[in-house]
């Protein structure tokens, strides 16, 4: 009688266990299912696209003599989940200026073009690539931090070369309202003025 209550205590452990490790094995599986939901909404997040201003001089500014770039296109880009990956999205979309329906409709750079970089290289001799990069973005306490490479400088325009780069720039990334300030670089020193 008593290996009958041993083998009958010893099956119902066994199947008690067989039955919690089923919910275990139950809730580690649904955790798995909420884990992947998640990443999968994180991914939609960066897929997804938004409408983004870039900010470009405007025939219409330039003829009452403004230096400032200050009218913005719309271009759909990427909206990625973090704000320094959408900066630097919407930025490079500046250094690659305005579309062929953009410039029909009045809106020029700032950005040295890549004919005004040859240009450029040709009256002065000096040594530099084919075309302005940003090298790097950083935001930190509001402040973004935007290091261009020097073919930025191939713009001999003084003053109110400074003021279109930095009004354009400036606008571009004030559509994020977490950026307050943005200081431009030139392969890590300060944007000066050119004579």
Same mark, same amino acid.
């Given at each position: 009688?008593?290996?009958?209550?041993?083998?009958?205590?010893?099956?119902?452990?066994?199947?008690?266990?067989?039955?919690?490790?089923?919910?275990?094995?139950?809730?580690?599986?649904?955790?798995?299912i909420n884990e992947i939901?998640?990443?999968?909404?994180?991914?939609?997040?960066?897929?997804?696209?938004?409408?983004?201003?870039?900010?470009?001089?405007?025939?219409?500014?330039?003829?009452? %003599?403004?230096?400032?770039? &200050?009218?913005?296109?719309? %271009? %759909?880009?990427?909206?990625a989940y973090s704000l320094?990956?959408?900066?630097?999205?919407?930025?490079?979309?500046?250094?690659?200026?305005?579309?062929?329906?953009?410039?029909?409709?009045?809106?020029?750079?700032?950005?040295?073009?890549?004919?005004?970089?040859?240009?450029?290289?040709?009256?002065?001799?000096?040594?530099?690539? &084919?075309?302005?990069?940003?090298?790097?973005? &950083?935001?930190?306490?509001?402040?973004?931090?935007?290091?261009?490479?020097?073919?930025?400088?191939?713009?001999?325009? +003084?003053?109110?070369? %400074?003021?279109?780069?930095?009004?354009?720039?400036?606008?571009?990334?004030?559509?994020?309202?977490?950026?307050?300030q943005v200081n431009i670089?030139?392969? +890590?020193?300060?944007?000066?003025?050119?004579?």
């Amino acid at each position: 009688m008593f290996n009958k209550i041993s083998f009958l205590t010893a099956t119902l452990i066994l199947i008690l266990v067989a039955l919690i490790g089923g919910v275990t094995i139950y809730f580690v599986y649904s955790a798995s299912i909420n884990e992947i939901t998640k990443i999968n909404q994180i991914y939609a997040k960066t897929t997804e696209t938004a409408l983004r201003e870039i900010y470009f001089c405007h025939t219409e500014s330039t003829k009452s %003599r403004s230096c400032k770039c &200050d009218s913005p296109v719309m %271009r %759909r880009i990427a909206n990625a989940y973090s704000l320094k990956t959408q900066a630097t999205t919407t930025i490079k979309q500046l250094l690659e200026g305005p579309t062929t329906k953009e410039k029909e409709d009045g809106y020029t750079t700032s950005i040295p073009t890549k004919e005004q970089i040859a240009a450029y290289k040709l009256a002065t001799n000096k040594k530099m690539g &084919d075309e302005v990069k940003l090298l790097a973005l &950083d935001i930190k306490d509001g402040v973004a931090t935007l290091n261009f490479s020097k073919e930025i400088s191939a713009f001999s325009g +003084g003053s109110c070369w %400074r003021e279109a780069i930095s009004s354009a720039t400036i606008n571009t990334l004030s559509q994020f309202g977490s950026i307050k300030q943005v200081n431009i670089l030139i392969e +890590g020193n300060e944007l000066t003025l050119q004579p």
